[in-house]
Structures are given as structure tokens and as C-alpha cells.
């Protein structure tokens, strides 16, 4: 069974270790982007990466490059070429918009040259780099395609196709990205207030998260299973009453031979957005009674979209290892009185956990992890 | 790994002269406001192949591309970074990668996982490899898409392809539903997760006995004149299926290269 052996983030709060201590210091932070909406261009609040990281191609690169060493300095060289890796991300890469704009305007015109480049090629750099297997994979799935290379790389290692797996999710500022979500009215607050009947939006965030699974068996964190499917009543939301998440839920639980009462708490999608955090609390209601325990994360870090996965299941478990549940900030008035989100942090070293993601195009996404006790 | 060919379908704009978007409206009566070129292409390959197999709700679905959907990237890159206004709503949905799964998930109705994946070179290898472990795991059924559109953007495509200026591009949408299992199966298709040095190869080519296609990347000779596209491996498994005939695929990324063995079975 494929253990979760190692992380390594750069998230707006920097490494995995200052990340956690912003967590519990209950702080994040939080700077500006310019995004182009129909009144021209507009601010944004925006969780930036901190400025060692430089927002170029040989930038990002440079802290894949960092990320990954850190993740794979335990693995020996022979346990190297027996390792794959795979992105989730939601990003294009910078090669083909200069590919479309030199192709489309006159004055961008350059002198014809091919070179074979695309997201994926991170992926190919990293893994000739650290001397890996040379298998890669790159998936879009919008907000879910961190988690669902979890689950992709957990099917490689169970049929025992790969021993070892890097899963990395990727999110940087984007232009396009940025913009699509603020034309459709996401992006109008200035905090994220998960599950609070006066949320009015998400904010978005850099992030690189990396997570090595393997069959090792020496790890304490266990997937224990999990499922993905692809249902929603349209194209970027699920139905109010959650009926779409709560048969995601349900299957996940069975998959992972889970009860809901053996749950000891759920991380929450939560980007704070009205169709989301409503869909998404009536299907908890279905599947918990009140006394469940959950959680947000994105307050602290932003919404990462295709890199959320990784990265919030790494901080989530480096929390546990810490010792405590994160709280979910900026929350004051429920959506569902009996279902309240954590206020506080509370101790927690151990147990079974559920991390739920959900994304435009009806993907959503249940994994289910166990921390042995200590 | 052995993976099963149940159906297939196939569309490649050099061999048939249709309009996608009408064709889905007319025959398919497939609403298509709203959405474009790639999402079209996507719907067109997925209907025909129903055609052909009856889906079941918990199939899954897995799309692959050699760049995805550049048309609606050059929209995008034109509003935002040229005209300097705003992206139009449903082209930003349009632009994410799962947008097309999800059209293609209510057209078949089908519910079950649906990922878009891709890999340098090794695209159809790698996520026909992720589907065999899906496969063994969730004992399920694959609908696996491969689509390159080409025409709408040419030059970015050869720009970003690693192919010469003369090189012709066309569009290619195939098709094939997966299963273990082997019942009705048309083919079976034999992958490996060994990445084979070139020296390897010239001794398995060597040895085989059965036609040896390769792709367009491994074969550099002057004479080769047909028209590129990424995920040509897709296109040579319904080919070989639909001539009954076996071959060994090859396809290669610098000097790692990789193999399928494709055994038709009627």
C-alpha cells in the first residue's frame, strides 16, 4: 500500500516549517496582484510567493529544482530510478504563449524555431535532473489535479508498477487565471471566510508542494484509499444540496473499508465562495451527524487551485505531526448552525482523516489518510 | 501490462472532410453553444465510439493531448495580454484542462473519474501506464481520448512541437474503450514500465518479426512524409485494429525510448 513518506512546500508563508508556525500563530501572508477585468485593471489581494522565488521560467524551476532535492535527499540512488513523477497543476506553460504570440502578431514576429516544451517538461527536467525513472505525468483537473495525481500515484505504486512517486502540485500567478476567476465574481473579498454566512469570495495563491509516496512501510501516514468522480449540475458548481459530494464521500469511505464515525476530522475544500462552501456543508450534514470535527486551510495559504491538493494535505500533516488541528480562521456566523467549523487548534497527534476537494468541470475528490499513533 | 481493446473510433481531418460542430448538432443533437473547437473534437470521438459499445455510469474517463487546446489559449493570451480587457466567462471555463471531460462525462452520462493528462513524447504511453494501474485497482472500464487539433493554430503548434516549419499538422480525435478483461476484445495492447536504450531497441527490432511502425520523433528519415500529430500511437492502435493486423510501436524521448505491442485478436 502506498505510505506518504515526505514533503516539502513553498507556499506565501515560505517552507513547511515557517508555513506551520504561521498556522499556529493564526497569520498568513497576503500581498496584491493586477488582474485585467472588464473595468480595466483591477488590484486583488493575492498570496504571493515570498520573493526568493522569482516569478520567471527559470524562477519556477529553480524552486522545483530546490523543492524536489529537499523531498528525495533520504532516497538512495538505486530507489531514484525506481521513481516517477507527476504534476497536478492548472497552469500552461510560459513556451506556448510565446509559441501563440509570435505565431498571431507581426510585431511579436521571431524567426521560426521548434523546441518540444510544454508543462510537462518540468516534469521531464526534474526527473533527468535527479537522475528518476524518466516516467512523468502532468494533469489538469482544475482545483482537483494535485489530489487526483495523489490518487493516480497511489494506483502506480499498489500494482506495483513504481515503487516510489513524486507528486507535485504547481500553481503560479496567471494572468488568464486570474482574470477567468474574477469575471466570474470570485475574487471579491478581501479575507476568506469559510462556511460563514457572509463569505463573499476566495483569494487565490502561489504554491509548490511536493510529496513523495512510496511502499515504504515506515511512514505513519497511510492512504488508506479515496475516489474521484466526475458529477456536478453544471460546469462550475455542484447542486446546493451537496448530493454530488456526498456520493463522493460516501464511496471514498467504502473504498478505504472507512466508516464516517471512524472519521476524526475532514479537511475541507472551503475556498469561502457562495456556491462551494453551501454545496459542500449540506453534503457533510448527509454524510457526519454535528459532532464531526472540520476544518479549513486556504485562509492561511490562499486558494492554490491545481496545487491545493498537495499543498494542503502536506500542511495538514505536518500539523498532526506537530500535535494539533489546525482552526479555520475568519469564521463567525455558520451556514449551518450545528455545523461549526474548528475555532480553536486542538491537540491531535493520530488518526483517520478526510481531505475533500472539488473543481470546475464536476471533478471531485475524497482521500482518505491515517496517522498512526505515536 | 496487457490492457483490452474493446472499440474504437477515429477521426483525422486529412482522411475525412466534415464539420465537427455540425455534425454534433445534426446527428449527435449535442447543444453547442458555449463551447468550441477542442470540446467539440472531444464529444465527436466519445459519441462515435458509443456507437460502437454501451458505456456503463462508473466508466472512466481519461483525455490525452500533445499541448491540450491551443485555439482557446491564443483567445485568452488575445483579450487579456494584447487587448488588455477581460477574459470572457465561458472562455476561462473553456480553458481548463477537464472542461471537455466534463461535456463528454454528461453526453455519455457516465460519472466515474475523469482526468486530463499529459506527457512529453511519451503521452499515450504514460497515461495508457496510469490507466492499467486504474484498471487493476478499480476494476472498472476506460474511455481513453486522444485528441490533437492542429489547424486552428498551426505555427504555434510547430513552434511548440519540436518539429520542422514544412512538417504538415492535422487534426486527429481516437478513441478506444480499455478493460482488462478479454472477452469481444478487438486487440490487445502490451506496454512496459521499462524505458529501453537504443542499442536495446536495434536488438528487439532485430528479433521482431511483426511490422515496426515508429513514430514520427524516432523516425528522422527524408522519406518520411506523414503528417504529424502528438498522440499518432492512438491512431496506429485503431489503424492496426481496423486492418487486423500486428505491429510494435515505438516511440522515443532523447535516448530513452518505449514500446507497444499491439496484437489484434479477430
Known amino acids: 500500500m502506498a505510505n506518504i513518506l515526505n514533503t516539502c512546500i513553498r507556499s506565501s508563508s515560505g517552507d513547511l516549517k515557517s508555513s506551520i508556525e ?353 | 501490462m496487457k490492457l483490452y481493446v474493446k472499440a474504437t473510433s477515429s477521426y483525422r481531418s486529412d482522411k475525412e472532410n466534415i464539420d465537427i460542430k455540425k455534425e454534433l448538432k445534426q446527428r449527435y443533437k449535442i447543444d453547442v453553444r458555449r463551447k468550441e473547437s477542442f470540446i467539440y473534437a472531444g464529444l465527436l470521438g466519445a459519441l462515435r465510439l458509443k456507437e460502437q459499445h454501451s458505456i456503463n455510469k462508473d466508466d472512466e474517463l481519461y483525455l490525452t493531448s500533445g499541448f491540450g487546446n491551443i485555439d482557446i489559449l491564443a483567445k485568452a493570451n488575445d483579450y487579456i495580454l494584447e487587448k488588455h480587457e477581460t477574459i470572457r466567462l465561458f472562455d476561462f471555463i473553456n480553458m481548463l484542462g477537464n472542461t471537455t471531460n466534463f461535456y463528454i462525462a454528461k453526453a455519455l452520462d457516465i460519472q466515474g473519474k475523469s482526468i486530463f493528462a499529459i506527457s512529453d513524447n511519451f503521452t499515450y504511453f504514460h497515461v495508457l501506464t496510469t490507466i492499467y494501474a486504474s484498471l487493476l485497482k478499480n476494476k472498472n472500464k476506460v474511455i481513453f481520448g486522444a485528441i490533437d487539433l492542429a489547424l486552428g493554430n498551426p505555427e504555434a503548434l510547430k513552434r511548440i512541437a519540436g518539429i520542422d516549419e514544412e512538417t504538415e499538422v492535422i487534426d486527429s480525435i481516437m478513441y478506444q474503450y480499455l478493460s482488462l478483461d478479454t472477452s469481444d476484445a478487438l486487440c490487445e495492447l502490451e506496454i512496459d514500465s521499462k524505458f529501453y536504450t537504443q542499442d536495446e531497441i536495434v536488438s528487439i527490432v532485430e528479433k521482431e518479426t511483426r511490422e515496426i511502425i515508429y513514430s514520427k520523433r524516432c523516425d528522422k528519415s527524408s522519406q518520411d512524409k506523414t503528417p504529424y500529430f502528438e498522440t499518432h500511437a492512438s491512431f496506429v492502435v485503431n489503424e492496426m485494429i481496423e486492418k487486423s493486423q500486428d505491429c510494435l510501436y515505438i516511440e522515443c524521448y532523447k535516448d530513452r525510448y518505449k514500446v507497444l505491442k499491439i496484437t489484434t485478436l479477430r
Request: charged residues 20%; negative net charge; glycine residues 6%.
Open chain 1, 22 to 374: 504561521n498556522i499556529k500563530q493564526s497569520t498568513f501572508n497576503i500581498s496584491t496582484k493586477t488582474v485585467a477585468a472588464i473595468e480595466g485593471k483591477v488590484e486583488v489581494p493575492y498570496y504571493t510567493f515570498p520573493k526568493n522565488i522569482k516569478d520567471t521560467q527559470d524562477g519556477i524551476y529553480a524552486a522545483l529544482k530546490d523543492v524536489v532535492g529537499e523531498l528525495l535527499e533520504n532516497l538512495s540512488k538505486e530507489d531514484k530510478t525506481q521513481t516517477a513523477i507527476i504534476i497536478g497543476t492548472s497552469i500552461v506553460d510560459w513556451h506556448i504563449i510565446n509559441a501563440v504570440e509570435t505565431s498571431n502578431y507581426p510585431y511579436k514576429r521571431q524567426p521560426f524555431y521548434s523546441k518540444k516544451r510544454s508543462i510537462d517538461s518540468y516534469a521531464k527536467d526534474l526527473s533527468d535532473a535527479f537522475n528518476l525513472n524518466g516516467f512523468t505525468l502532468t494533469i489538469n483537473t482544475a482545483c482537483t489535479s494535485s489530489v487526483n495525481a495523489i490518487l493516480e500515484a497511489s494506483n502506480l505504486i499498489d500494482t506495483g508498477i513504481y515503487k516510489y512517486v513524486v507528486v507535485i502540485g504547481l500553481e503560479i500567478f496567471s494572468d488568464m487565471m486570474s482574470s477567468g476567476f474574477y469575471a466570474m465574481q470570485l475574487l471579491n473579498s478581501d479575507t476568506i471566510k469559510p462556511f460563514d454566512k457572509e463569505r463573499e469570495g476566495t483569494i487565490l495563491g502561489e504554491a509548490i508542494s511536493a510529496i513523495l509516496l512510496g511502499d515504504d512501510d515506515k511512514s505513519p501516514w497511510k492512504i488508506k484509499g479515496g475516489h474521484s468522480n466526475c458529477n456536478a449540475l453544471s460546469i462550475t458548481a455542484a447542486s446546493e444540496d451537496g448530493t454530488e459530494f456526498v456520493e463522493m464521500m460516501h464511496k471514498a469511505l467504502e473504498l478505504s473499508n472507512t466508516s464516517a464515525t471512524q472519521i476524526t476530522a475532514i479537511k475541507t475544500h472551503a475556498t469561502g465562495t457562495y456556491a462551494n462552501d453551501i454545496s459542500e456543508i449540506n453534503a457533510i450534514k448527509k454524510v457526519f451527524d454535528n459532532s464531526i470535527t472540520f476544518t479549513a486551510l486556504k485562509p492561511y495559504v490562499g486558494h492554490t487551485i491545481g496545487a491545493c491538493g498537495a499543498l494542503e494535505i502536506a500542511l495538514f500533516m505536518a500539523c498532526i505531526d506537530d500535535g494539533f488541528l489546525p482552526k479555520t480562521l475568519n469564521h463567525s456566523k455558520a451556514i449551518l448552525k450545528d455545523y461549526v467549523p474548528l475555532l480553536e487548534h486542538l491537540n491531535c497527534t493520530s488518526g483517520t482523516f478526510m481531505f475533500n476537494f472539488f473543481g470546475f468541470g464536476g471533478n471531485n475528490t475524497s482521500l482518505i489518510l491515517q496517522r498512526e499513533d505515536r
